[in-house]
């Protein structure tokens, strides 16, 4: 019996990097030193989908709902995002990944806005990795977002009621040009999707650790990766109809 490889690989991974905040108080260090280490952990991340041949990572960075956390605490979170995108943006290019950012962008300064959109210019024709950053970013919102602009065509006439469907909405959420994410992975021991992806996420498998962000290595997504690869994807359908429909050699 053959098995294809590529079935057991995800197309697309998404993350909430969660636990940077509980790692630096465990080593009684301000929350703004686990945020630092977790960037490191995006490095390991990015490194590991790229050797795997991961198509797409998308990372959950900061949500809507993060700007109502302590201002000293997103102030230091703009600067290291900021420094982060001065420093590894040009080795993001060099090793053919391209970066682009979902969420409500007006919240930024004008400062952290300019370097996102050179991110994005610079890095527009990559194709070995689509990095995605979701920043100010909201699940809710998002489909929110996409109902408003069927609305606005609807009432234009550009579109009739019936044609609203399943369809017209995932074209208008965040990633329609991507693959839906394949596997959801959530760090530090919560077990929730908190407003993550929540229309992208409808068949994806999900996979939770204990880990703190920080401490998430190759070895921590191999295991992601492993459980993945040991699944039975149905997407709403039987086992028997999933057999009978598989391309002979893929069973």
């Known amino acids: 019996m053959l098995i294809n490889e590529s079935r057991l690989i995800p197309r697309h991974i998404a993350i909430i990097m969660d636990g940077n905040g509980r790692w630096a108080q465990q080593r009684h260090r301000p929350r703004i030193i686990g945020h630092r280490a977790g960037a490191r952990a995006v490095r390991s991340c990015v490194e590991f989908c790229l050797d795997r041949g991961i198509g797409a990572l998308t ?28 420093r590894e943006v040009d080795e993001l290019h ?6 682009r950012f979902i969420g409500e962008r007006s919240r930024f300064d004008a400062a952290l806005l300019s370097r996102m959109q050179a991110a994005e210019a610079l890095t527009a024709g990559n194709t070995r990795l689509q990095l995605v950053i979701a920043a100010s970013y909201g699940g809710r919102q998002d489909i929110a977002e996409a109902a408003r602009s069927l609305a606005q065509d609807v009432a234009d006439g550009r579109l009739r009621p019936e044609q609203v469907d ?25 077990i929730r999707i908190s407003n993550f992806l929540l229309w992208q996420l409808a ?37 028997g109809q999933l057999a009978a429909t598989a391309p002979r050699g893929t069973e």
């Open 59 to 86: 990372l959950f960075a900061f949500s809507s709902e993060n700007w109502n956390r302590p201002q000293d605490e997103v102030g230091g979170l703009m600067k290291l995002f900021l420094g982060a995108l001065e």
């Open 94 to 99: 060099r090793l053919g990944a391209r970066l």
């Open 166 to 190: 399943e369809a017209a909405l995932n074209a208008r959420v965040a990633l329609a040009d991507l693959p839906a994410p394949d596997l959801f992975i959530r760090t530090g021991g919560e």
């Open 203 to 239: 068949y994806t498998e999900l996979w939770f650790t204990e880990t703190l962000w920080p401490d998430v290595d190759a070895a921590t997504l191999q295991l992601a990766i492993d459980d993945y690869a040991g699944r039975e994807r149905r997407f709403g359908l039987t086992g």
